[in-house]
């Protein structure tokens, strides 16, 4: 009897044994790793490139043009709402990975980020008052002029009137430099033809009209991510390659831009 039971014992635990490696080998694969979401820096104050509506989302030209690359690409994008004079720390230190802010590829920026292609032409304009005489860039030397602090009109301010001239009146957005200009406080603004035409046409403005230079150069615009970030870099130009190839980028520009002609 003792036998019969050791073997019947020995039995029972090579089968529950032998069928729980079964169970172990049949077992699901374990989840693949997530996809990594890419966080993406954007000035929202800058319409009709990057702004807020009404529900406090960020849209806009830009926006829509970072979407329309990573759905291409089969990446995920996140957006936060940066400051534009940070905006390029904030990639530098790392807590951004992207940045799309109508940011103009300059030699300057192409030393410490790396560009991607561009995707929209760009170019500053001087608003002025509809009776001033200004013609020309040079014209501001010696008057109050409103740019967007940190911004290509900014630069170009510093250069015709030196880095700290007082007469330099920096905004946190081209909005509240052209508000300055309604009411007098300052008698210029330089800033993004872009940008401008789509706060003229979009808050009823009387009285500001755009003066152009042809001695303003083109500008382009690009999206910027860490130096050396040549992977990251590759995969955000197949998307602008690719949507400028299949008609989605020409939809986007019209959508933004022909109503503001």
Known sequence: MKLTFVKTTLLALLVATGLSACGKHEEAPAASAAVKEYVVGTGA???PFEYENEHKELVGFDIDVMKAVAAKEG???KFVN??????????AQG????IISGLTITEKRKQTVDFSD???EAGQVIVVPNDSKILKITDLKPLKVGVLQGSTGDDMMQKLAGDNNENIKRFESSPLALKELETGGVSAVIADKGAVAHYLSNNQVKGL???TDDNFPKEYFGIAVQKGNAALLGKINQGLAAIKADGSYDKL?????????
């Open 209 to 211: 009209r755009m003066v």
């Open 95 to 98: 807590d951004r990975d992207i």
């Open 45 to 47: 104050t800058y319409a």
């Open 75 to 77: 990446i995920q994008v």
């Open 82 to 91: 940066t400051p534009f004079d940070g905006i390029f720390t904030a990639l």
């Open 253 to 261: 520009h019209a959508q933004y831009f022909d109503a503001a002609k």
């Open 118 to 120: 561009p995707y929209f």
